[in-house]
C-alpha cells in the first residue's frame, strides 16, 4: 500500500518543476490517506454478520419451507397407509315418499302412497391384505427421504448464504482497488500533463497515461456493477435490504482437518443427505414394485352389518337385520393392468438404482474437489499475501527508478497495473479460503450452524462498504 514517505514524486530537470511534482504528490498522497481514513470512520459501528445473514436466509427460504412442506405431507402418508387396515365403521340412512298402484288385492286396483325408512350401520376389518402392508412400509421411506431432502435444503442455503457474503465483500473490495487504482492514475496523467507542459515530457507517455486511465475508469464502472450484483445475490437469500457488512480483518489460513481425503469421502458416502435421499427413493421404488405384485394376492376381510327398514304398504312391512361375513377376493383378470404396473415399478426401481450410482460419484468428485480446493486455497492465499507485498516493493522500486530517469513511463504504469492485480488476488484467494471451508464441510453433509458460527467469529465488528 501507499504511504506518506512514498509520494510519486516524477524527476525535472529543472529544480523548480521538480520542487513543485513533490508538493503535488505529496497533497496527493494526503488525499489517498485521508480518504482512506474517512472510508473507515464513515462506515457504520454496527454491520451485518455472517450469522445474521445466514438466520435470515433459512427464515424466508422458499427451499426450506418447500422441503419443510414436503416433509409434513409425508408424515401424514403413514396414517393414511395405516388407515387401510384400521376398521371402517360406515352409517346410512334414507327416507322417502312412494306411490304404489297395486292389482290383485281386490275388484279395484289400489293406488296409494306411502312413505319407507332404512337406516343401516356396518364394519369392515381387513384381515389380510397385502397391498396394505407395503404401503406403509413405502410410506416410512417416504417419510426418511424428505428428512434428507430438508437437511440438504438446509445445507444448500448455508452454502449459498456463506458464497453470496464474501461475494459481495469480494466485490466491494475490487471496487475499493479500481477506486485507488484510478486515483493513482489520475496523479500519473496530471503529472504527465504538467511535464508537457514545461517541455519535460512527451505527447506518448501522455497517450500512454491516458489510455490505462480510461480503462481503470471502465474497470471501476465494471466493479461497482459487480457490488450491485452480489448484493442483489445476497438479498435473494435473505430477503433483507443489504447495507454495511463485516469484514475479514486477519485470517490465518486452515487446511483440510483431517488433511487426507479418504476420511473425507467416507463421511461424505455415510452423511451426505443427496445421497441418503437417493437411497430412500431407491427403497420407494423397491417397495412400489413390491406393491405392483401384491396387486395379485387376495385379500381377506370381515364384514358386519345391521339394518332397520319399515313402510307403509298395506299392510306395514318392518325388517331388524343383523349379519356378519367372511369375504375373500381374488383378482384374476385386470385387462392386462397389473402386468403392466410391475413392469412400470421394475423400470422406475433400474432409474432409481442408477440414479443412486451416479450420485453417490458425483459427491465423491464434489469431496475430492473440495478438499483439493481447500488446499489450494491454503497454498493461494499465501502465496497472494507475498505477491502484493511484492508487488507493492516493486512499484514503490520503479517509482524510484523513474524519479532517477532509469525506469520508463511504462514501467511505471505496468508496476502500477501490477499491484493492482495483486490486491485483487489477495481478496479472491482471502474470501475463497473462507468458502472453501463451507464448501468441504457442505461436500461431506456435515455442514451445521456451528460452522457458520466458526466463521463468523473471524470477522470484525466493523463494516466493509
Not at 485470517?251 to 451426505?272: I, K
Not at 421404488?285 to 319399515?310: D, F, I
Not at 450452524?449 to 466463521?455: G, V, Y
Amino acid at each position: 500500500m501507499l504511504s506518506g514517505k512514498e509520494g510519486l514524486d516524477v524527476p525535472m530537470k529543472r529544480q523548480g518543476a521538480h520542487d513543485w511534482q513533490r508538493r503535488s504528490l505529496a497533497g496527493y498522497l494526503t488525499v489517498l490517506v485521508v480518504w482512506g481514513w474517512a472510508a473507515v470512520g464513515a462506515a457504520p459501528s454496527a454491520a451485518e454478520d455472517l450469522q445474521t445473514a445466514y438466520q435470515q436466509a433459512a427464515a424466508a427460504s422458499p427451499v426450506i419451507a418447500q422441503a419443510q412442506a414436503q416433509l409434513d405431507a409425508e408424515l401424514s402418508g403413514r396414517p393414511l397407509a395405516r388407515a387401510a387396515v384400521m376398521p371402517h365403521l360406515n352409517g346410512a340412512a334414507s327416507g322417502g315418499m312412494n306411490t304404489a298402484y297395486v292389482t290383485g288385492f281386490g275388484a279395484e286396483p289400489l293406488s296409494t302412497g306411502y312413505h319407507s325408512d332404512v337406516f343401516s350401520a356396518s364394519l369392515t376389518e381387513t384381515i389380510f391384505d397385502g397391498q396394505a402392508f407395503t404401503a406403509m412400509k413405502q410410506a416410512d421411506h417416504r417419510i426418511r427421504e424428505s428428512e434428507a431432502a430438508l437437511a440438504f435444503a438446509q445445507q444448500l442455503i448455508a452454502l449459498e448464504v456463506t458464497q453470496a457474503y464474501f461475494g459481495v465483500l469480494q466485490a466491494q473490495a475490487n471496487e475499493r482497488v479500481a477506486q485507488q487504482q484510478m486515483a493513482l492514475l489520475q496523479s500519473i496523467d496530471d503529472q504527465t500533463r504538467t511535464n508537457l507542459k514545461v517541455g519535460t515530457g512527451d505527447i506518448i507517455s501522455v497517450q500512454e497515461v491516458q489510455a490505462q486511465l480510461d480503462a481503470a475508469k471502465a474497470g471501476l464502472v465494471t466493479a461497482k456493477n459487480a457490488v450491485d450484483v452480489a448484493k442483489s445475490q445476497l438479498e435473494r437469500l435473505t430477503h433483507h435490504p443489504v447495507e454495511a457488512l463485516q469484514d475479514v480483518t486477519t485470517l490465518e489460513a486452515v487446511g483440510p482437518q483431517p488433511d487426507a481425503m479418504e476420511p473425507w469421502v467416507d463421511v461424505a458416502l455415510r452423511n451426505q443427505p443427496l445421497l441418503r435421499q437417493a437411497k430412500e427413493s431407491l427403497h420407494v421404488s423397491e417397495r412400489q414394485v413390491q406393491l405392483a405384485k401384491r396387486a395379485r394376492w387376495p385379500t381377506l376381510s370381515l364384514n358386519g352389518v345391521g339394518m332397520h327398514a319399515a313402510g307403509t304398504l298395506i299392510p306395514p312391512v318392518m325388517v331388524d337385520q343383523i349379519g356378519a361375513s367372511f369375504n375373500v377376493a381374488i383378482p384374476i383378470y385386470e385387462g392386462g393392468g397389473t402386468r403392466a404396473s410391475i413392469h412400470q415399478a421394475e423400470a422406475q426401481a433400474r432409474a432409481s438404482k442408477a440414479n443412486v450410482a451416479n450420485v453417490q460419484d458425483q459427491i465423491k468428485l464434489d469431496t475430492e474437489t473440495a478438499f483439493l480446493d481447500l488446499q489450494s486455497s491454503v497454498a493461494q492465499f499465501e502465496a497472494s499475501r507475498q505477491s502484493v507485498t511484492s508487488a507493492e516493493v516493486s512499484m514503490a522500486g520503479t517509482r524510484k527508478g523513474y524519479e532517477i530517469g532509469s525506469r520508463s513511463i511504462i514501467d511505471l504504469l505496468t508496476a502500477t497495473t501490477n499491484y493492482a492485480a495483486a490486491e485483487r488476488t489477495y481478496y479472491l484467494a482471502l474470501y475463497m479460503q473462507l468458502v472453501a471451508r463451507t464448501q468441504l464441510k457442505a461436500a461431506a453433509g456435515v455442514l451445521t450452524p456451528t460452522d457458520i458460527d466458526a466463521i463468523n467469529v473471524l470477522l470484525d465488528g466493523n463494516a466493509s462498504k
